[in-house]
């Protein structure tokens, strides 16, 4: 089935300082990509969604200059956590759907960032 | 916009009895339900699904149910093992795109 390779799993980085995200389609292409953040114990909320070759759409209350995301092929897209802060700390997680109707969606393994 | 809520948020069974959880969503042009299951420090992953066009599905010890004129679907989980144990999400896709709006998910306890 198809698979979605997120690295890395865990990073802690130091205040200030930026962070890159990877999303890999391994044996499909991913025509459009979302990344989720997701707080303990709750849900997974949409950041912005992703499509090959175009910017990124934001949701709503997502700073776009802080959360950079680039979708330059159909097997990669990053997201780049700018300046990051301590209230950046969260689980990052990635899916990727092929063209179409929009079925058949496959997350990342997540991504446990700590900002310190 | 479409709005999803889930029931209950924590659910403890014992292991071999059926666990429910069930969802509601609001926007009636919706037409694909997912299921996932997020074990804790991994991402969600896809258990069952179901389309607008069927009222039931099922694989193996897990069902999937969908009302669509009372706009709920249901996840049914029977004989449950310890390894069912996870973070539950319910989902419904967003015709106006390609969003996917998750419930606020359901912790299910499967006690040995």
């Known amino acids: 089935g198809a698979v979605v390779s997120q690295h890395p799993s865990r990073v802690i980085c130091k205040s200030g300082t930026s962070v890159k995200i990877e999303c890999r389609s391994l044996?499909?292409?991913?025509?459009?990509m979302f990344w989720y953040r997701q707080f303990p114990k709750q849900s997974l909320m949409l950041m912005a969604t992703s499509n090959e070759g175009s910017k990124a759409t934001y949701e709503q209350g997502v700073e776009k200059d802080k959360f950079l995301i680039n979708h330059a092929s159909l097997t990669l897209s990053t997201l780049t956590v700018t300046s990051a802060h301590p209230e950046d700390s969260s689980f990052y997680i990635c899916?990727?759907?092929?063209?179409?109707?929009?079925?058949?969606?496959?997350f990342g393994s997540g991504t446990r960032l700590t900002v310190v | 916009g479409e709005n999803v809520e889930q029931h209950p948020s924590t659910l403890s069974v014992q292991e071999g009895d059926s666990a429910v959880i069930k969802c509601t969503y609001s926007d009636s042009a919706s037409n694909y339900f997912p299921w996932y299951k997020q074990e804790l420090g991994k991402g969600p992953q896809l258990i069952i699904d179901i389309r607008s066009n069927v009222g039931e599905k099922k694989d193996q010890r897990i069902a999937v149910t969908l009302n669509k004129t009372a706009k709920h679907f249901s996840l049914h989980i029977t004989e449950t093992q310890p390894e069912d144990s996870a973070v539950y999400f319910c989902?419904?896709?967003?015709?106006?795109?390609?969003?996917?709006?998750f419930g606020a998910g359901t912790r299910l306890f499967v006690k040995a």
């Open positions: 044996d499909f292409q991913a025509t459009t």
């Open positions: 989902a419904v896709l967003n015709t106006g795109g390609f969003k996917t709006i």
């Open positions: 899916s990727a759907a092929t063209g179409g109707a929009g079925y058949g969606y496959t």
